[in-house]
């Protein structure tokens, strides 16, 4: 975190939550309200989101990430994909999409506006059985036909125990059909996660294991991955023989990114089921200025040298497995009670 990231009011990257509606029924989903549906209100029409992505672009974001739900299920999205795509201070547009309705029409105003794509692929003999869907095929045709386009494809691969067996042919699936980069997210608990938590949730180990099948297919393609949630230090094994996949330990949430959700609201991070206000008045909000400003260090990691660098793995995972946002991430406390 900069002296130059806090004179803004928000962080250069935004997440634009369009819908909370999805065609997929995916058993590690964290969106917030697919826990609590009293969470779900009004979505914001065409005109109210580009209000909203005005006034993102006037506090200070730069770079929109499209995401749901899944924002295909809008029938006004080729207009919001059109909008973003021309509005001049955006400088950096990306599209999260389970690909399922993906369509050519889609594809050619990305490429038009050069927007990258992000798609979905938690497994592939597994994926029906994570999603209730049939699709794994089409997701890899999808990122094929928008690789030969020329659009910069992410495949993200949420790990749980029931699809790390696979991780290899899943990772070297991605990168054969086209992918530049792969995107590794662990099961985290949350939303409808909640109800599968025993039978999802990674171990240390299992996390270990994550990272190494990972580095060793993309040492032999030469490509680049990352983890999409910071981990504890202390719950990796030798850190620095990973050289294709980049992975952090402090948390991102209000510094690197922040979310719009369906209806306005703005929250912290995606898998936040707090909302902190709207966009007009958010940003003196305690439980925003918290992660702003890295005010949540766990207690039980206090005397610990790798503060500085270190936040103890995801605040919110923490806060929504053990009440606080204070408390350990299952991670670390495996390691506790090893």
Known sequence: MTEESLT?????SVAVELTYRCNNSCIFCSCPWEADKSFIQRELTTDEWKTAINKAVLLGSEN???TGGEPLMRSDILDILDYIGTHEEIKSKRLITNSLL????VLILLKKHDFALSTSLPGVKTYR???GSKGAEQVLSWVKRASNLGLHVTTGITVTKLNKFELYETVAGALLAG?????????LPGGRGLKHRKRLELSRADVNEMLATAEEVLSI?????MLGTEVPYCAIDNPEQYKQIHFGHICSAAKGFYVIDPSGYVRACNHSPVRVGTLDDFSENKYW???RLRAYRPTSCTGCDNQDFCDAGCREVAHICNGSIFSDDPLVQQGRNS
């Open 129 to 131: 059985k994570h999603t």
């Open 64 to 66: 929109v990430t499209l």
């Open 8 to 12: 803004r009011k928000v962080p250069l």
């Open 221 to 225: 393609s030469k490509r680049r991955g």
């Open 289 to 291: 200025q918290a992660f």
């Open 179 to 187: 992918s530049k980069t792969i995107l590794l997210n662990r099961f």
């Open 102 to 105: 993906l369509t050519d029409e």
